[in-house]
């Protein structure tokens, strides 16, 4: 029951900013706003924060990262065996069932790991977006620019994914945090106060910003596609974390930040990257919509399964 209630702040701050936006209190276009705050400012120096206090040699030296490399590689040859398996599919569909399978929204899973276990989780998630960000970024931009069908004058090629990545506020803010831990350096006790500050608030921000971003008339653009997205995220990625999470024996703490990479819905970034990079937007959108749905409710379900 505790794990439910727990779940509850979550749910109530997701349909605040849904109401805030359906409502105009908080225009639309407003909206684009706030999540580039989140996007740019707010989670970048919760990142920098938590990776520069992290334990990495721990981290480094056990499974967890193995763990998590080796299913967005299971995910990536999911999404690949699906196109060569499905004749019909488009290539911009295909492009959007491989973001959905890999990409991963930083705003619930951050906030899930406090409510359900604290720092420990937060530190093991922080170093999760650390190895993750530029792997998944390169590999989507390169899916993208490959089977995508951009719009003219849409920047192509390595150099443009190369400036995707670099640009990526995330990256920025974990290349930070790495050169902070791993030389030692640390935080000025006025920046790390700072850091956190600026953390707490990202959390209850980006839900809020999911919030805004539903859409219910996606919920009804039912399609085989949009079945298949649901399958790979969260009913077959969650469930091969789990089972090379327990063979390779990660404490539970790491367990649940693993597994939550992999519950949570995609990034809402990607839809922009298919839009700007010629990927299947509205096919994103509804698989989008319908993972935030399901997912809220398997939070607890997950907790209690790993803790």
Do not use: H
Not at 47 to 68: K, S
Not at 127 to 145: K, R, W
Request: hydrophobic share 65%; charged share 5%.
């Amino acid at each position: 029951m505790s794990l439910i209630l727990a779940t509850l702040p979550m749910l109530l701050l997701v349909l605040a900013g849904y109401v805030l936006r359906v409502s105009g209190t908080i225009p639309q276009a407003q909206w684009a706003g706030i999540d580039t705050l989140a996007f740019r400012l707010l989670i970048p120096a919760m990142l920098v924060g938590a990776i520069t206090e992290a334990n990495l040699a721990e981290v480094a030296a056990g499974p967890f990262v193995p763990a998590l490399l080796l299913v967005l590689a299971l995910m990536a040859l999911a999404a690949f065996a699906l196109k060569a398996l499905w004749p019909g599919l488009p290539d911009p569909s295909f492009t959007t069932l491989f973001q959905i399978g890999t990409r991963w929204n930083a705003f619930i899973a951050l906030t899930a790991a406090q409510q359900f276990a604290g720092p420990e989780a937060l530190t093991w998630l922080a170093v999760a977006m650390a190895v993750t960000i530029v792997v998944i970024n390169l590999a989507n931009i390169a899916v993208l620019g490959l089977w995508g069908r951009p719009p003219e004058g849409a920047p192509r090629g390595a150099a443009g994914m190369v400036r995707v990545v670099l640009t990526n506020p995330l990256v920025q803010a974990s290349v930070i945090g790495l050169v902070l831990n791993l030389t030692g350096w640390g935080l000025p006790d006025f920046l790390a106060v700072t850091l956190d500050l600026a953390g707490r608030a990202a959390l209850s921000v980006g839900l809020l910003c999911v919030g805004a971003g539903l859409m219910p008339r996606r919920l009804f653009s039912a399609s085989a596609p949009m079945w298949a997205g649901l399958f790979l995220r969260p009913v077959l990625a969650p469930s091969l974390f789990l089972a090379i999470g327990w063979g390779f024996g990660l404490a539970p703490a790491a367990m649940l930040a693993g597994a939550l990479v992999f519950l949570v819905p995609a990034a809402a970034n990607g839809y922009i990257v298919a839009r700007q990079m010629g990927g299947d937007a509205e096919l994103y959108a509804a698989i989008l919509t319908w993972q935030t749905l399901l997912c809220l409710p398997l939070l607890p379900l997950l907790a209690a399964l790993v803790l």
